[in-house]
């Protein structure tokens, strides 16, 4: 395992040295003088003059390359065309909202998603498996941007519920923008995970179908073992191995699902910070930004590799 | 020819039908069986049409405003009610199918072009070529989904052709991918070691023998990714960063809803639905197509 983990480690290197190169090379692919640009159609030539230097823009291009990958190991990404700030302190509050809401989601998607796959694939072919299914085929065609509209729509600004309802005189329970109460976390968290949910439960659905049909469950019903130790002990144990790795490539599409989520929501995440900079033509903040979500993709995925070969002994690790 | 000697010809031509359409008459068969795929072929059939002939039959033009009956909400005359400057959300709708498919259908083509020459060249050659361009994918897969689209779009600038471009460039990696290992697979078969010691081309054996017997996997994960590019592709529109105003694009559309939830959710409801039942249906219709292309599945 100890060789498996190095060599897994050495192959992430090529990776993020490409990662790096492109999101470098996204400054230098603007057509016409990314300084200019930066600095506005009009503004004077000593402005944009200053930025190009800030930028180390009249430097050989390899130069470019290793200043950037110099100063970024050691944390320096840059600083911000619209603030000043440095981009590492612009991003680091923001990445751990964005972290924070793609957790959430992620625990609401495998609690939704194992529950609608175990009771899909134990009851095969049933009206309960027929709806759940189709239930996820629209979770998974659902653009998120518009089930937040929707959600923000039913639950934050309400509709007037008829007066004989009692207690309630209408619906507007959650809020419709920023994070931290659970009125808050709760539409953007549901907006983000059902995505997730609905990949989830089909992935269960089928592996437990796979995993129920091996001779081991079929032993294990005719040594007369309960229905649910059958399913719960023996037949998802092994189910799970697989999902185990749909879990965590979810975790990584989320925190660039939350770019949309965070816009519809007006949560101060990382997703938010890249769309707001992309406007406002802050590249240095883009490209940290789209850095650190490639970065935190690539380590989860490796978690979730690592993980999978660790479940699934049968895969010979060397 | 006696009649017995004909009937014996045909006979033989029936059993020696070319494998390759031997295998595409077995994959109609069970697509025809699978009744959720045929509902979705039919769905997309039908957004084509609707998309080619709609909108000669709009009751109003997209771009016609009516300030007077701005955000009204479902009526007789306008089925979908209007937006905020009064345009008719129905014909606008009808419009912006065609941009949908547009996006989806070219976005897709481009990149599992792109993906599958990739793909073939790297298990077709292998070596160091096959080790440069694999870790090139793993590159592109190392950008969260919608990120690397919009890092794209961000430096390109925002328009819908650049949103085509975006969304082609995440494909690549998913198809190379694929068809690498497809080619690999076909590569190691006796029958090509034969044609290449009848001294077959490379380019021979490739769009001869390689392409057809990797074409299947590629239909299925086409159909599955026209979906995904329609999802990417409306989210980028509504930031703002795809198609541009007074363009009738559903993502756009959604993005002038939000800012009249309160008064007419109606404004925002539409163009989403409808962004549903598109993917919805290229979603059923993959999901049939990987099925009936499975070839661990039983008849």
Redesign the interface.
């Known amino acids: 395992m100890f060789t498996y983990i190095v060599r897994r480690l050495v192959q992430t290197i090529p990776v993020l040295i490409g990662v790096t190169i492109i999101v470098f090379s996204l400054m230098h692919l603007i057509p016409g003088d990314p300084a200019q640009i930066m600095a506005g159609e009009s503004a004077p030539k000593e402005q944009v003059e200053n930025i190009r230097e800030r930028l180390g823009l009249n430097d050989p291009y390899p130069v470019q390359y290793w200043n950037y990958i110099s100063n970024a190991v050691q944390g320096d990404l840059g600083s911000s065309i619209r603030s000043g700030r440095s981009v590492s302190s612009e991003i680091g509050g923001r990445l751990m909202v964005t972290i924070e809401l793609a957790f959430y989601s992620t625990i609401l998607s495998v609690f939704l998603g194992l529950i609608a796959g175990i009771v899909s694939a134990t009851k095969q072919y049933s009206f309960q498996d027929v709806s759940l299914m189709i239930l996820a085929l629209f979770g998974l065609s659902m653009p998120n941007f518009w089930l937040g509209l929707m959600l923000i729509n039913w639950f934050a600004i309400g509709f007037d519920l008829p007066s004989w309802v009692p207690f309630l005189e209408n619906t507007s329970w959650f809020k419709p923008s920023g994070w931290g109460s659970f009125q808050q976390v709760l539409l953007p968290v549901i907006t983000l995970g059902t995505g997730g949910a609905a990949i989830i439960a089909r992935m269960t659905r089928s592996s437990m179908l796979d995993v129920i049909d091996e001779d081991y469950i079929r032993t294990a019903r005719a040594k007369g073992a309960k229905e649910r130790v059958v399913i719960y002990q023996h037949a998802l144990k092994n189910a799970l191995i697989p999902v185990v790795t749909v879990v965590g490539l979810q975790f990584g599409a989320l925190l660039g699902g939350a770019v949309l989520t965070e816009t519809v929501f007006a949560i101060n995440g990382l997703g938010k910070l890249i769309i707001d900079s992309i406007r406002a033509r802050d590249f240095p903040i883009v490209q940290g930004g789209v850095l650190v979500a490639a970065l935190v993709f690539v380590a989860v995925n490796l978690i979730v590799d690592m993980a999978y070969r660790f479940l699934n002994k049968r895969i010979d690790l060397n | 020819m006696s009649e017995p000697a004909i009937e014996n010809q045909s006979t033989i031509m029936n059993k020696t039908t070319h494998p390759l359409l031997q295998s595409w008459k077995n994959f109609f068969r069970k697509l025809s069986k699978n009744k959720a795929a045929l509902v979705g072929g039919f769905l997309i059939l039908f957004f084509i049409v609707v998309a080619l002939i709609g909108p000669y039959f709009t009751p109003y033009q997209p771009d016609t405003t009516d300030v007077v009956n701005k955000l009204q909400p479902p009526t007789a005359d306008h089925w979908f009610g209007t937006d905020h400057h009064g345009r008719d959300i129905f014909s606008r709708i009808i419009h912006g199918m065609s941009i949908t498919l547009y996006v989806g259908f070219f976005s897709v083509i481009l990149g599992a072009t792109a993906g599958v020459v990739l793909g073939i060249i790297a298990g077709y050659y292998g070596g160091r070529i096959d080790a440069f361009i694999m870790?090139?994918m793993?590159?592109l897969l190392?950008?969260?989904?919608?990120?690397l689209a919009?890092?794209i779009?961000?430096?390109?600038?925002g328009s819908l052709q650049n949103v085509i471009i975006a969304v082609a460039v995440f494909s690549i990696p998913v198809f190379a991918r694929i068809v690498r290992g497809s080619t690999l697979e076909t590569r190691k078969l006796e029958y090509i070691d034969a044609i290449k010691a009848l001294g077959a081309s490379d380019f021979r054996i490739i769009f001869k023998h390689i392409l057809p017997n990797v074409s299947s996997p590629i239909i299925v994960q086409a159909t599955l990714n026209i979906?995904t590019a329609v999802?990417t592709a409306?989210?980028l529109s509504?930031?703002?960063?795809g198609a541009q105003p007074p363009t009738p694009e559903w993502?756009a559309m959604?993005a002038d809803?939000?800012n009249y939830?309160?008064n007419a959710?109606h404004v925002?409801?539409f163009?989403?639905v409808m962004?549903?039942f598109v993917?919805?249906a290229f979603?059923?219709l993959g999901?049939g197509l990987r099925d009936a292309l499975d070839p661990k599945m039983k008849d």
């Open positions: 870790r090139c793993d590159v190392a950008f969260p989904g919608i990120l919009l890092a779009v961000s430096v390109l600038g979906a999802l409306s989210g509504f930031l703002g960063l993502g959604l809803g939000r939830l309160y959710p925002a409801f163009p989403g962004i549903v993917v919805l979603n059923i999901d």
